[in-house]
């Protein structure tokens, strides 16, 4: 018996129906198959996510890092200055929150804050937890949430008169479409108050060689993270992929300045996925496009925010790297 095949680590209590139901319809559909990058994050995909962002090819996270080490102090002050201390900071998209210390450390300066991490993945709330949690002046309530849904909850906290500050950083923006940016930067907007700021981490656009490498390593740990959806969905659903039959794919959209990424089948075959009743066959060749990371040019994030109705309010940009961290305000006043 081969039981120790690809179902072995499968546990059926584990079944998302979220995850299940986003598995189906991405990878059932007419023409080209694909599947929503939030799903990388199980808790092994939110490790090989933190190597990533320590991997030299990959200058995103240190760039930003720097950038907030650089200036949480000034731009605090800044905020504090024009509309006082803002004692909510949520932030979504968290991750294990490790570059938001510099901010937190900043606003914790002025009195108590209250940090409200927003995420769809519990393991990288649980190391958000563990990263942020002893800080002195901080407390931390997470929330395991979309992105729309969990900005109400986290403002369910706001205390009469409170500023709140949104933060978007590392360039999760860049996971959006085009055509879908500026209203969601909207959609957050209405759900605020006059006077709340957004801070807006995003990657600029940078030569293709510089970009590829960024997303294709050479050790494999990108490609690794990756694959690892399909070896997530073994595990969840009962899935039989046969993992050395995909390989990882990153390619530059130039037209539309993003990464691509995609896992292509190195062969035409048949892959049963239990617990949704389905087989989905793949032609030899064949790609699951699995992420798109868009980059940007340093005016059009602050066009992007005016068109979702913020006021850009500052710009830090690392030009070595290449990204850019801007402040926008919820104008008070009359729009
Ligand atoms: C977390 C979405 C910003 O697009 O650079 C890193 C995810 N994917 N390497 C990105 C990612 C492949 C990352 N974001």
Redesign the pocket.
Known sequence: MSAFAASAQYSPAQVNPEFAQAVAGGLTRKGQKALP?SWFYDEVGSAL?EV?TVLPE?G?TRAEAGLLSKTADKMMAEIVRASGRPALVIELGSGTGTKTRHILAATACYGSVRYLPVDISSAALDSCVKILGAMHNVSIHPIESTYLDGIDLALAHRKAGEPALLLFL???I??FNRGETASFLGHIRKRMLPGDYLLLGA?LVKPRAKLLSA?DDPIGV?AA?NLNLLARINRELDGHFEISQFAHEARYNERQSR?E?HLRSRIAQEVRIGELGLTIPFSAGETIWT?S?HKFRVEEISRIGRRGGWSCVRQWVDGEWGFAETLFQNAPGPK
């Open positions: 990058p996510f990533i990959y995103l590392g360039s999760t860049g996971n990657d997303y990108t993270f990464i990424m992420e990371s």
